[in-house]
């Protein structure tokens, strides 16, 4: 089969955590009996350098065109202190939006052979978990009204949240349709002793809980969340949140595997188009380096063979390979310590392509 995957690399380490991802599904096409085209298109700090907007029409465009997207990181100091409407983010926002990509997807798993990365207790750590959160990515709070005002005690600034009962209910679906294909457990997270938005979200999700009467459904509170994710994540099957909620405890998610540069992504809509891509951000501090850790996007890639190709066996064979080096004891700076060698960014992408 021949498939067109837009590559958006953005800034940072980006590309190249990008051109690791490339080169894993040029050999998966290899072995498997596919052919990959991969435009690429710019996003984000370079494509403000390039045309003065974050976000091109000829980038949107080529995605639509594209069978799926995969993306790298976006931002970076240069262009931190540009007008909001000209942030590297708005990118993202703005791709999110066009390709009417609602859920995001973002499995955390700690890896047998990393368990002693994880910054959680030894003893917690060896329970595992494998869990995975469903964030809804195109309402809330970072798409809400925001600005600046005078406010009773001087300048102020304000950001409001709204959801529609129409955008919970298809995030809930996607969570108890995950949920059903897993351990068929789903945790709900929210405030909803605080915030009206989190009281439609808990009467909605509990709605649609009815219809899953196989799925066992209970609510969280974010600031208890973010605590039992620490104490014992192996509690978790599948987390549904809001944006900006689902944002955060991904992070937390993340650190507990082991590092940030693990993590993949999968940003979906109605249809199989997707965008995928790492969870962390485009880590200027290291970026032109190469010491990036590849394995996000690599299995961001995977993410994207799976859910947007029907490609699964050779979204297992990624994975696989993943786990493998893992196994062997490849490890990125991210996870070394002390005196011992760290694979740079191409070394582990070679590590994961003599695996496949
Ligand atoms: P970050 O995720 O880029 O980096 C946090 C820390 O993790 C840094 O120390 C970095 O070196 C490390 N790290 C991240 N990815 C790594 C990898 N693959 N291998 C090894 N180490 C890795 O977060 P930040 O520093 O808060 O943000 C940097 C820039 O990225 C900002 O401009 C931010 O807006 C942007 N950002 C973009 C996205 C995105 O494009 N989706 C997401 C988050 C942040």
Redesign the pocket.
């Known amino acids: 089969m021949e498939y067109t995957i837009a590559l958006v690399r953005?800034?940072?380490?980006?590309p190249e955590?990008v051109d690791g991802a490339v080169r894993v599904l040029e050999a998966v096409g290899a072995r498997f009996g596919h052919s990959f085209h991969f435009p690429s298109y710019l996003a984000?700090g370079c494509a403000i350098d390039a045309t003065g907007a974050p976000l091109p029409e000829e980038t949107v465009q080529g995605c639509l065109d594209s069978d799926s997207v995969l993306?790298?990181?976006?931002?970076?100091?240069k262009?931190?202190t540009l007008p909001a409407n000209l942030r590297?983010?708005k990118a993202?926002l703005g791709l999110r939006k066009a390709l009417g990509l609602y859920t995001n997807l973002r499995p955390a798993k700690i890896y047998d052979a990393l368990r002693g990365e994880s910054t959680l207790r030894p003893d917690i750590a060896a329970r595992g978990f494998d869990l995975v959160i469903v964030r809804e990515l195109t309402g809330g709070i970072y798409y809400g009204e925001r600005g600046r005002r005078e406010g009773k005690y001087g300048p102020e600034a304000y950001d409001t949240e709204a959801y529609s009962v129409m955008e919970i209910e298809r995030i809930a679906r996607v969570a108890f349709e995950t949920a059903r294909k897993r351990r068929k457990n789903l945790v709900s997270i929210d405030k909803a002793n605080v915030l009206e938005t989190s009281r439609l979200w808990r009467e909605t999700v509990h709605r649609i809980a009815a219809e899953y009467p196989d799925v066992e459904c209970s609510d969280m509170l974010v600031d208890n969340a973010a605590m039992q994710l620490v104490r014992d994540p192996s509690r978790f099957d599948v987390v549904l949140t809001s944006n900006m909620f689902g944002d955060i405890l991904s992070d937390e998610a993340s650190q507990i595997t082991g590092?940030?540069?693990l993590l993949p992504s999968a940003s979906l809509g109605d249809g199989t188009r997707g965008m995928y891509?790492?969870?962390?951000?485009?880590?200027?501090?290291?970026a032109g380096q190469n010491?990036?850790?590849?394995l996000?996007?690599i299995l961001s890639a995977a993410m994207l063979l799976r859910y947007s190709l029907g490609l699964s066996e050779e979204a297992d064979c990624v994975e696989a390979a993943v786990d493998a080096v893992l196994r062997e004891g490849c490890r990125?700076?991210?996870l070394v310590h002390g005196g011992e060698r760290a694979l740079s960014c191409t070394e582990m992408t070679e590590a994961v392509l003599a695996k496949i």
Request: cysteine-free.
């Open positions: 953005g800034d940072g380490i980006g955590i984000g993306l790298g990181a976006v931002g970076g100091p262009w931190d590297p983010e993202l590092s940030i540069g891509e790492p969870i962390h951000g485009s880590a200027p501090d290291i010491r990036a850790n590849p996000a996007t990125t700076a991210d």
